[in-house]
């Protein structure tokens, strides 16, 4: 029985894909509170998406680090410190840093105008 090591592509694949299924349910959160008039599930949208961005502004902060012979890069690493990412966004979702309230705001008034029109609207 041949057991293969995990290797990097597949803990990038990994990664990249738990990416990419947050910003599509982040999506589909979105287009329902829309659709719905949900302002509470706008609300969570908008967290969703500061969770999003501040979850890609750690990594790109860590990117213009300099390497470290002393604490040498490997996938054990970039795992844990995706985890840590993952967890500071967590917490900071209950405060967050401003955008997600902005957002919503701007948000809210297109959906309220949106339903004001929509039952104005004599179809």
Do not use: H
């Not at 029985?1 to 990038?12: L, Y």
């Not at 860590?62 to 990412?85: C, G, N």
């Not at 917490?91 to 105008?113: C, F, H, P, V």
């Amino acid at each position: 029985m041949k057991i293969e090591s995990i290797g990097a592509s597949n803990i990038q694949n990994g990664i990249n894909a738990k990416q990419v299924s947050e910003e599509k349910a982040f999506e589909e959160v979105l287009k329902k509170a829309y659709n719905d008039g949900d302002k509470e599930r706008l609300m969570e949208a908008c967290r969703d998406f500061e969770g999003i961005l501040l979850g890609i502004m750690f990594k790109q902060m860590k990117k213009t680090i300099p390497e470290s012979k002393f604490m040498p890069k490997s996938y054990a690493r970039e795992i844990f410190e995706d985890m840590l990412d993952e967890e500071l966004v967590n917490k900071s979702k209950g405060t967050g840093i401003g955008i997600a309230e902005i957002l919503y705001r701007q948000l809210s008034t297109n959906l309220d105008n949106i339903y004001k029109i929509s039952e104005n609207d004599p179809e």
